[in-house]
């Protein structure tokens, strides 16, 4: 996974470095209350290294799962993915889309970060050969609504196609070059 920078922002691989970090985002309600289909949030620090050690050990030439922090100091503020996004059913199966998403600490919210790393990583997608990326939120999480309208996203609705949940469905393609 390679390193990505914005004008404010480096997103970077996460390393055990990162631990107590993860811990204080993902043990916080207000952050896990939206992920997964039954959010719990972290309770020890052996659950962030868990969670740390599965972010890092992604492999893949064009998904990822980076830290995003700022290019100056270096301070932390959250997550964004690129993956595969599961298909709904009773075995666990990739779905052939392209997931986005960003778990920010609250502390990092409203300075537009979520949507210049999502923006950014849009780019490294598209540069890198996908030809589509979804999203996919609670339908009372706006605010990552509102990421995903700001990064070019369109708003497709409900669906229960992916994690056994219905959720609202966001997508982008990437744009067709010059003739």
């Known amino acids: 996974m390679r390193e990505l920078t914005t004008d404010r922002l480096t997103l970077r691989p996460w390393t055990e470095d990162d631990v107590d970090f993860a811990l204080d985002l993902y043990s916080r309600w207000e952050v896990q209350q939206y992920l997964g289909t039954a959010p719990q949030v972290l309770t020890d620090r052996a659950e962030a290294v868990a969670r740390v050690e599965r972010f890092a050990a992604l492999d893949h030439p064009v998904h ?73 939120t609670y339908p009372q999480n706006l605010a990552s609504q509102r990421v995903a309208l700001r990064i070019g996203m369109t708003h497709q609705g ?4 992916y994690y056994d949940t219905t959720c609202e469905l966001f997508v982008v393609e990437r744009a067709a070059g010059p003739a």
Do not use: C, M, N
Not at 78 to 105: N, Q, V, Y
Not at 158 to 161: I, M, P, W
């Open 64 to 136: 990822g799962i980076w830290l995003v922090a700022d290019r100056t100091s270096g301070q932390p503020h959250g997550t964004l993915l690129l993956k595969d996004i599961p298909a709904s059913g009773p075995e666990l199966r990739p779905s052939g889309d392209t997931e986005i998403g960003w778990h920010l600490h609250p502390d990092s919210w409203g300075h537009g970060y979520a949507t210049e790393a999502a923006r950014r990583v849009l780019e490294h997608a598209f540069a890198a050969g996908l030809e589509r990326v979804v999203a996919v």
């Open 158 to 161: 409900l669906t229960d196609r």
